[in-house]
């Protein structure tokens, strides 16, 4: 048996008023609630899973950890891979050479990194063999001097598997005619896709033998990539790394060089949470509207309840169960809703991208081609308590004004 505070509350909420405008106002209030917390979980998963996205996307081709040399390049890395394979964090690890270079094809030139890379080690330190669409890391040969391009650069440069690419590197030679570039030309060996388009427009592979002969690198590399067991310990790992190598060398990891990055979708995500939860907050202002006419018009019924011996607290808790079920309500809906949406969301972008014609994710801006989600329990947990507590703050006020109610005034003109 409830108490009759409750049973009262909830007649109020289910029966026909005469001021229907009320009932209205009640329905707005709840709709108003539900749409802010519908888009408030929807961005936030969003937003969860473009850092996810982005992360999990950069990681698949950029090194965990870099060691590289002060002063050049690193001659003795067999013994300086040795050393850092014993780091308890430490996976795996394959030298590099990186340097810029220019691409042509026909008429058409695109800028980008050349990487040098040792084939049968790369797949312990990233996952580009993974995504690989045409051909495979192993048709890299020293000598061949075959090339892996990413998917944008192959594109804006119009060229195929076993098509020829012309690369030139700036550091040039020194001729009678003045310092020349040097070029070489090489043979589309493949493809990839990582679906990051800072990586597929500009990354290209070659063996690391060749990037030697074309830097002119002899036996050395530019460096030595590492594959961490925990990614979010690289500072850690790093700094320890650097504290046991030798004076020569210096290390960093991916945490320093995309940093910015998932800072400003943090900061993002905390600006969104904040602004959407205005949406909440105007809801919340409804419910005290509705509440205070509610009270308006039960003026007669609060005063009779007051004869019959109902205490001010006892009127109070009446109009606080009323508007705080507005709130259950709409927190219900919204997070019914939201979670709906947020898990449903690369089906329903597509579908809108298709019925108007439109790319809402432009991969040169937003990194991504697509519209990722991750809803995660403790956000739509947070949005639900904080609707809920925002709709009980909003019944005070009116339900404490229900409560200071004079039973004689009140049934003065009755």
Do not use: C
């Amino acid at each position: 048996m409830l108490p009759f505070e409750y049973s009262i509350g909830l007649r109020y909420t289910r029966a026909k008023r005469r001021n229907r405008f009320i009932s209205v106002i009640s329905i707005i209030s709840i709709a108003g609630m539900a749409v802010g917390i519908w888009a408030l979980i929807v961005v936030l998963s969003v937003m969860n899973g473009f850092q996810t996205e982005i992360r999990t996307r950069i990681l698949s081709a950029a090194s965990h950890v870099q060691v590289m040399g002060f002063d050049g390049p690193l001659k003795d890395w067999n013994t300086l891979a040795a050393g850092v394979a014993r780091h308890p964090q430490v996976r795996g690890a394959a030298p590099f050479v990186d340097g810029q270079g220019l691409f042509s094809s026909g008429d058409r030139v695109q800028g980008g990194l050349l990487r040098g890379i040792v084939p049968e080690l790369e797949d312990r330190v990233s996952e580009i063999a993974s995504h690989m669409v045409r051909g495979s890391l192993k048709d890299l040969r020293p000598g061949e001097f075959g090339v892996v391009l990413g998917v944008e650069l192959a594109r804006s440069l119009g060229v195929r598997q076993d098509d020829r690419v012309t690369v030139i590197i700036p550091q040039g030679q020194v001729t009678a005619a003045g310092l020349l570039p040097r070029i070489r030309q090489f043979r589309v060996a493949g493809i990839f896709e990582i679906g990051m388009y800072e990586y597929d427009a500009s990354l290209a592979l070659v063996h690391m033998a060749d990037a030697q002969k074309l830097y002119r690198l002899g036996e050395g590399v530019s460096g030595l990539r590492l594959k961490l067991a925990d990614p979010f310990e690289a500072p850690r790992v790093t700094r320890e790394l650097v504290n046991s190598l030798r004076g020569d060398v210096f290390a960093s990891d991916w945490t320093r060089s995309h940093g910015n990055l998932f800072r400003a979708v943090q900061i993002e995500k905390r600006m969104m949470f904040i602004i959407l939860t205005l949406i909440v907050l105007v809801a919340a202002f409804n419910i005290v509207s509705t509440l205070v006419m509610a009270v308006g018009e039960k003026q007669a019924d609060i005063a009779i309840l007051r004869t019959l011996g109902a205490s001010p607290g006892s009127i109070m808790k009446i109009f606080v169960v009323q508007g705080w079920l507005i709130g259950v309500a709409g927190t219900l809906l919204g997070v019914s809703a939201g979670v709906l949406t947020a898990v449903n969301i690369d089906v329903i972008v597509p579908f809108i991208e298709r019925l108007l014609g439109v790319e809402f994710m432009a991969k040169d801006v937003y990194q991504i081609s697509e519209l990722p989600s991750e809803v995660h329990g403790i956000d739509v947990a947070l949005v639900a308590v904080m609707s809920l507590i925002l709709g009980l703050v909003a019944t005070l006020y009116p339900s404490w004004k229900a409560s200071r109610t004079n039973p004689a005034a009140a049934l003065r003109y009755e």
